[in-house]
């Protein structure tokens, strides 16, 4: 397998001349796989957040508040730590590739 350089792949601009294809693709691969999983946490914070809404619309419901609020604070946290995580394997990656 053959070195390419970086003018031959220009998907990818902050990484070492000297990786193969198959690095590219690795990295490639790997950024693509971070986004699907800060994706699902948006979704998941999402339908947390309709179940909350829905409790509150429904009439037969009304004693169950209590989980509403939990729904809410569940969505943030889902959220938050969904974008905490993107953010720290985005970091993660730049540093590993860029050698700092």
């Given at each position: 397998?053959?070195a390419?350089?970086?003018?031959?792949?220009?998907?990818?601009?902050?990484?070492?001349?000297?990786?193969m294809?198959?690095?590219?693709?690795?990295?490639?691969?790997?950024?693509?796989?971070?986004?699907?999983?800060?994706?699902?946490?948006?979704?998941?914070s999402?339908?947390l957040?309709?179940?909350?809404?829905a409790?509150?619309?429904?009439?037969?419901?009304?004693?169950f508040?209590?989980l509403?609020?939990i729904?809410?604070?569940a969505?943030?946290?889902?959220?938050?730590?969904?974008?905490?995580?993107?953010?720290r394997?985005?970091?993660?990656?730049r540093?590993?590739?860029?050698?700092?």
């Amino acid at each position: 397998m053959r070195a390419t350089t970086m003018k031959e792949h220009k998907q990818t601009k902050d990484v070492p001349e000297e990786m193969m294809l198959r690095d590219y693709l690795a990295l490639d691969r790997t950024r693509l796989a971070n986004d699907r999983t800060l994706l699902s946490f948006i979704r998941t914070s999402l339908y947390l957040l309709v179940t909350a809404f829905a409790i509150v619309e429904l009439k037969s419901l009304e004693d169950f508040m209590f989980l509403t609020w939990i729904l809410v604070i569940a969505s943030a946290v889902s959220l938050i730590a969904g974008i905490t995580n993107y953010m720290r394997m985005k970091r993660k990656l730049r540093d590993y590739y860029t050698g700092a």
